[in-house]
């Protein structure tokens, strides 16, 4: 895989440095947030497709991708890519360059996903109200995220649906003023899912380099 693809891929991290200050968050901010939370992990699972921009200083480029949630274990596919967390090592699948890598999540880094920022909004981000917003016909409620810890982003915004508890869409933006956009469609919950959905099986790729980090 490309280093171009991998950074473009839903993968970003970025190192967490500096050092950590008084986090503040407004209270409709996080009544919100919070029932978006309890939401997701109250299903068995969700579902939704969504188209992935990104860009320098505005969004030049989309993709549209496929996410699968489990509890702690996920699958994505975008770019002829695919990436799965069976909740102890991700791996990504690039039939284009028939190549898989192996590696375990490094807790001094933070993955960019489409649910990631409602683990770390509660303890990493100032979070503040910003107001209502029609998003894809949506009146949604509009969240900023600033880091309380130097991580290479500049600000994060949240679309929340409030009525139905769901996110619609997130923009992350970087202090390189790289944008990266996700915007969520056909949302679904507690479906029938294959017992191997978020499982890796080598022998179906027999013919790919596998690399393990």
Do not use: C, W
């Amino acid at each position: 895989m490309t280093f171009i693809k991998k950074t473009t891929f839903l993968i970003l991290t970025f190192t967490i440095i500096g050092f950590a200050k008084a986090q503040r968050i407004d209270a409709k901010s996080k009544t919100i947030l919070d029932a978006v939370t309890k939401n997701y992990k109250s299903n068995n699972n969700t579902y939704f497709k969504f188209v992935y921009g990104t860009g320098n200083g505005k969004i030049t480029k989309t993709e549209p991708g496929i996410f699968y949630s489990a509890k702690d274990k996920y699958k994505l596919k975008i770019m002829g890519t695919e990436q799965i967390f069976d909740g102890s090592k991700i791996y990504n699948i690039s039939a284009e360059d028939h190549e898989v890598t192996i590696a375990k999540p490094n807790g001094n880094e933070m993955m960019f996903s489409p649910l990631n920022y409602l683990e770390t909004y509660n303890k990493d981000y100032n979070v503040n109200y910003v107001g209502k917003i029609k998003v894809n016909g949506v009146n949604a409620d509009r969240i900023k995220l600033t880091p309380i810890k130097d991580n290479g982003i500049k600000y994060v915004y949240l679309y929340v649906n409030s009525a139905k508890n769901q996110l619609v869409k997130l923009e992350q933006f970087s202090k390189d003023n790289n944008i990266s956009v996700i915007a969520m469609k056909d949302y679904k919950e507690n479906q029938n899912l294959s017992a191997d959905m978020f499982s890796f099986d080598k022998n179906q790729y027999k013919n790919y380099i596998i690399t393990e980090l």
